[in-house]
């Protein structure tokens, strides 16, 4: 009882216990198995965490992506349906799982005002209400002492049952390249850093929880990121033969809002890659069945060439039919022909495509009484006439003549 209250008494003061690896191999013996033994278990294969072998107990996902891509917003998404137990752009959890998110990015404030505002449905924020916890921005290194604080963060979360999902964000935030002091570009330091701080933790609070770390990656060509993606992983090259599972998030096309989510699995078969963008609010995937194979670029030039053409019909269409609505005449009696101005009456339509009008003798002598409407003075609009004005049987002028039209 005594050795209980002084041991407390050494945690309030000192802090929790450090979390480390002295290096000393554990007392206990290596598993062995037969190709026989392997063949003859026919014992069930364990849940995965996130399907298909996306996440698997005991496993460790990667993902990377470049900065504003949009890699924070997709990831506290993904982790609350998790939570609820609810699939996500095709990954499914077997039942809501307990996530602890050890976040170093973005402030309290600013983080209170993204979960208020992220917009998914009111089951699936009540469902993972209690099951998702997360921490603010932490001003903290994964070593020995921060080691030792988050595990006592992640048991006081649960205390009850262990947690399920791990998730670490950024790698580079909270890096720890141990007594060398190496960066995470030092494969040796890298290697520390995931044995000796991310597993000696994971061991800690569940051996068989899984680890989701997010990562940045570097500027690569297009020819480069097609041919392999994972090449962009920024850092040693280690951490890529280290996960079992990896995530790439990328923009294919900086014009596009689209992202191209690359899927690489250890554990698992190969999954194709997903074609998603946020719309609405929320990630969907899209149908990779509409996207261009070859000449991606022409096709996307050409379709927007096509829509700027219609767009710019679309409008001469709307100011024609507006000036044409505005200035448009009092309806008459329909045509057959149209005749010139009457002589004395200046026209632009007269011509030897029309009929030749009867000069006027004097400008007594009125219009014909098939007129329509006689145009006033200095119009130049041609008179609409009947068909029996304009019929073979209509009195026709015996000296057909041309008025020779004067300006008034």
């Known amino acids: 009882m005594l050795n209980d209250c002084v041991w407390a008494l050494h945690i309030a003061r000192n802090g929790p216990p450090l979390i480390r690896n002295d290096g000393t191999p554990a007392a206990r013996e290596i598993a062995t198995f037969t190709l026989g033994a392997l063949l003859d278990d026919s014992t069930p294969m364990p849940d995965d965490i996130i399907g298909l072998r996306v996440l698997t107990p005991g496993g460790m996902l990667v993902l990377g992506g470049a900065p504003k891509v949009g890699k924070s917003d997709l990831v506290i998404r993904w982790l609350v349906h998790m939570a609820a137990g609810v699939p996500f752009l095709g990954f499914t959890p077997p039942r809501p799982l307990r996530v602890f998110y050890l976040q170093a990015e973005i402030q309290y404030h600013y983080l209170r005002e993204r979960m208020q505002q992220i917009g998914l449905p009111t089951d699936v924020l009540s469902a993972a209400r209690d099951n998702l916890v997360?921490?603010?921005k932490l001003q903290l290194l994964l070593d020995a002492g921060g080691s030792a604080l988050v595990a006592q963060a992640i048991q006081q979360a649960f205390p009850a049952e262990p947690v399920d999902i791990l998730c670490i964000d950024p790698i580079r935030n909270l890096f720890d390249g141990g007594p060398g002091?190496?960066?995470?570009?030092?494969?040796?330091?890298?290697?520390?850093?995931?044995?000796?701080?991310?597993?000696?933790?994971?061991?800690?609070?569940?051996?068989?929880?899984?680890?989701i770390l997010i990562h940045h990656t570097k500027k690569l060509s297009k020819h480069q990121v097609k041919e392999d993606?994972?090449?962009?992983?920024?850092?040693?090259?280690?951490?890529?033969?280290?996960?079992?599972?990896?995530?790439?998030?990328?923009?294919?096309?900086?014009?596009?809002t689209q992202r191209r989510l690359e899927v690489e699995l250890r554990n698992g078969p190969a999954l194709p890659a997903k074609l998603i963008d946020k719309i609405g609010g929320r990630w969907v995937e899209i149908n990779p069945m509409n996207e261009r194979l070859v000449r991606a670029e022409v096709g996307a030039k050409h379709d927007a060439e096509r829509v700027r053409k219609n767009s710019s019909s679309s409008a001469c269409s709307t100011r024609r039919r507006g000036a044409a609505s505005s200035t448009r005449l009092p309806s008459s009696p329909k045509p057959s022909r149209i005749l010139g101005a009457w002589a004395g009456e200046p026209s632009s339509t007269t011509g030897s495509a029309f009929w030749p009008?009867?000069?006027?003798?004097?400008?007594?002598?009125?219009?014909?009484?098939?007129?329509?409407?006689?145009?006033?003075?200095?119009a130049s609009t041609a008179i609409s006439v009947s068909r029996e004005c304009c019929s073979p049987r209509a009195a026709k002028p015996s000296t057909p003549t041309r008025a020779r039209l004067r300006p008034s």
Do not use: Q
């Open 134 to 136: 997360v921490t603010p």
């Open 229 to 256: 993606p994972f090449l962009a992983l920024s850092g040693a090259s280690a951490l890529r033969g280290f996960y079992t599972s990896g995530l790439i998030l990328h923009r294919p096309d900086e014009d596009s």
């Open 357 to 378: 009008p009867r000069a006027r003798s004097s400008s007594s002598e009125g219009p014909p009484p098939c007129a329509s409407a006689w145009p006033r003075s200095g």
């Open 181 to 211: 002091g190496g960066g995470e570009n030092d494969n040796a330091s890298m290697m520390f850093f995931l044995k000796d701080r991310v597993e000696v933790l994971s061991d800690h609070v569940n051996p068989d929880c899984g680890i």
